[in-house]
């Protein structure tokens, strides 16, 4: 397993943005593909957006392109997803995820071990 902390979440109201962070204990985050996904109440887990290892490509969920953005800080062994103009929609339990297998973590959206996680409410 290769374990990562989810942190960012919270309370934004619609149109607005929040960061959220992905950090590994253990390993260097650069040489594994790193995805988000998000949880609504009463939803299935859903893949949001995701990151090759060496960024070489990226993946978005279709409602999130042009708002969210995956990036990676190396020194900081941490990835983060940007989160801008927020709609209700996304309010979620948000979970990250790490992956020698780019193909199952960022086409199938397919992972087996599952954090805490973050909580993220878009309400006015």
């Known amino acids: 397993q290769l374990q990562v902390v989810e942190s960012g979440g919270g309370l934004a109201r619609p149109g607005g943005s929040l960061r959220l962070s992905c950090a590994a204990s253990?390993?260097?985050?650069?040489?594994?593909?790193i995805g988000w996904f998000r949880q609504a109440p009463g939803k299935e887990r859903e893949g949001v957006s995701c990151?090759?290892?060496?960024?070489?490509?990226?993946y978005y969920l279709d409602s999130v392109k042009g708002r969210f953005t995956i990036s990676r800080d190396n020194a900081k062994n941490t990835v983060y997803l940007q989160m801008d103009n927020l709609k209700p929609e996304d309010t979620a339990v948000y979970y990250c995820?790490?992956?020698?297998?780019?193909?199952?973590?960022?086409?199938?959206?397919?992972?087996?071990?599952w954090g805490q996680g973050t909580q993220v409410t878009v309400s006015s």
């Open positions: 253990g390993f260097r985050l650069n040489l594994y593909a």
């Open positions: 990151l090759s290892s060496g960024d070489v490509k990226t």
């Open positions: 995820a790490a992956s020698p297998l780019v193909y199952d973590l960022c086409v199938l959206w397919r992972n087996d071990y």
